[in-house]
């Protein structure tokens, strides 16, 4: 039987009155029109409410545009965690232009290509980074209006724009209309990926996907109404990973701070009373390995979302035995940052906190914002059993999945398949549904024909008690075809040796995937607090180079 018609698409239409484009720039609107006195951000001595901090957009945009910035336009900005980061993830968009945050730890030669090929019209300097971008400006060309951001807190930089943020804030009017986008699809901000072979590329968010994940943070990580969140992730990395707009979303107040270091993190959370914030696996390291009486006098709860590189368990547990309440996180620059989530049973609260530390480095389930999770085999697609051993690639999609990236069709096409997003990263799925990240598909070692997962050799690693930093790499071997060579950075004052490392592993794990080859060292980091790995590899890769061929090394 055929149906002829359907009665709910008769003269029930789309309208205005029942439909609305979906933006996070809406979060501030509301939030500054019911909580207007509240605080929004606190800077060192500085203190605004939500009314302020939206007027100051409000004024920013007006001035955008009345210096010509419209629909499709780049505006970048780069800048540590201060105010003005802040308000540029409502004040571009606003325009419906689209914002750029760029990684403050690139060289001038990446920030340059950054700007060409973002085409950007404007740039908002921090005096920090002004040196920097002098340079890579001067590399890039082209007409590209430059803001400078005065910080009376940062001693240094210079000014290398044609006018100051307030002077350009004052020829904006806060009375201006804006509106939300045209389209929930239309692009709200550019992120670049770490680009550690070739140039980065260019990430684009669509107003949806921000506005979905917006919430679900809050939804996912049980965040209260006006909670205090501290800006220990730097706002260029994956935005954020949205928390500008769920700080607006639920009337929180965000804590700025130029730098992570321990004692300032920790003074922060006493005096300002924070409430949640997130971190790579190396702060969290920091933190909790900070001398005791630094963490002594917090007498709130604290939440830590943790994310990037996989947390060893023995960091979770030293993070949850100083008090701290730990939730996994997973994602990459594609999924807006953390998608998927080490959702909590209250059932494993009666575990020990080792069990619970272990079930925690786990990275869990997808956000209310994703549709779907799958762990499968690469080529076929075909998903892995949910027996915590078969290895497959995670495949993601849903609203919090990029656009694509920026002019590079052939690469946007490559990283979606099936349907799917291919993340590159390579997982076991549990019985209960969980995932659990074994590696990137580039750092699985292949040796003597078996797999070795660098993130189970380096959460050994961690428990020995000299170990400050870990990470695992292959390094060719003439006969296995690769080993495990560990390059490690000890705690302050802590002395090993690689016989003992050796040692401590063959004792904790299986003797075939013990490493072979130990080096102490600093460890390069991006600046979000990943080990570069490929830095490492290069350096395993002549290690094993200099020896076949005889040179002292």
């Known amino acids: 039987m055929v149906k002829s018609h359907n009665i709910y ?13 979906l933006s996070p720039l809406s979060f501030i609107e509301r939030t500054a029109a019911i909580y207007p006195k509240k605080t929004a951000v606190i800077y060192n001595d500085l203190h605004r409410t939500w009314e302020e901090t939206y007027l100051r957009c409000c004024k920013f945009a007006s001035a955008l545009t009345k210096r010509g910035i419209e629909k499709g336009d780049t505006v970048s900005i780069i800048a540590a965690n201060i105010p003005e980061m802040f308000e540029a993830h409502f004040s571009v968009p606003m325009t419906g ?14 920030i340059a290509f950054i700007l060409n090929h973002a085409e950007a019209k404007v740039v908002i300097v921090d005096p920090e980074f002004s040196e920097v971008m002098e340079r890579a400006l001067h590399m890039a060309g082209g007409d590209i209006l430059v803001i400078d951001i005065e910080d009376s807190s940062f001693e240094g930089g210079k000014k290398i724009g044609a006018l100051t943020y307030d002077a350009f ?55 209260p109404r006006h909670f205090t969140y501290l800006w220990t992730l730097p706002m260029f990395h994956c935005n954020g990973w949205c928390f500008p707009w769920s700080v607006a ?50 007498e709130h709860e604290v939440k830590v979302l943790t994310g990037g590189a996989p947390p060893p368990a023995i960091v979770i547990e030293k993070m949850e035995s100083a008090g701290f309440d730990v939730t996994h996180g997973y994602g990459l620059t594609e999924t807006y940052g ?35 999770l799958m762990v499968a085999e690469p080529d076929t697609m075909v998903p892995v059993p949910s027996d915590g051993e078969t290895v497959g690639e995670v495949f993601v999609r849903g609203n919090n999945v990029m656009k694509g990236y920026l002019k590079n069709i052939s690469a946007t096409d490559a990283a979606f398949r099936g349907g799917w997003f291919a993340s590159g990263d390579l997982a076991v799925r549990h019985p209960d549904g969980y995932i659990e990240i074994k590696d990137r598909s580039k750092d699985i070692i292949i040796s003597g024909g078996e797999n070795i997962s660098s993130i189970e050799v380096e959460d050994v690693l961690y428990k020995h008690p000299s170990v400050m930093l870990a990470a695992v790499v292959a390094k060719p071997d003439e ?13 302050a004052g802590a002395t090993t040796t690689e016989a ?3 040692e401590f592993c063959r004792a904790n794990m299986a003797r075939f995937k013990a490493v072979k080859t130990v080096v102490f060292a600093t460890l390069p980091k991006t600046s979000t607090g990943k080990i570069q790995k490929f830095v490492l590899r290069d350096q395993a890769r002549a290690m094993a180079q200099a020896e076949a061929e005889g040179v002292s090394v």
């Open 479 to 491: 006969k296995w075809g690769e080993t495990p060579c560990a390059f490690i950075e000890l705690k």
């Open 338 to 372: 953390a998608s998927v989530f080490c959702s909590w049973h209250s059932e494993w609260d009666a575990l020990p906190l080792s069990e619970r530390a272990r079930i925690k480095a786990r990275q869990g389930v997808k956000n209310m914002a994703l549709d779907d």
């Open 97 to 110: 232009a689209v914002l750029n945050a760029i990684n403050t730890r690139l060289d001038a030669e990446a």
């Open 169 to 223: 804030l004052a020829e904006g009017d806060e009375n201006d209309d804006w509106s939300l986008p045209g389209s929930e699809w239309d692009a709200i901000s550019l992120n670049y990926t770490s680009g550690t072979t070739g140039n980065p590329k260019g990430v684009v968010y669509h107003h949806r996907g921000a506005y979905l994940n917006a919430l679900s943070n809050i939804n996912t990580w049980d965040m």
């Open 9 to 21: 698409d008769q003269g029930l239409d789309m309208t205005a009155a029942n439909f609305t484009q």
């Open 249 to 298: 979303a639920h009337a929180g107040t965000s804590v700025c701070l130029r730098a992570v270091r321990d004692s300032t993190v920790y003074e922060l959370i006493k005096s300002q009373k924070v409430t949640h914030f997130c971190g790579a696996a190396i702060v969290l390291g920091l933190l909790g390995n900070a001398p005791d009486e630094m963490k002594a006098g917090i």
């Open 500 to 502: 003992e490392i050796i």
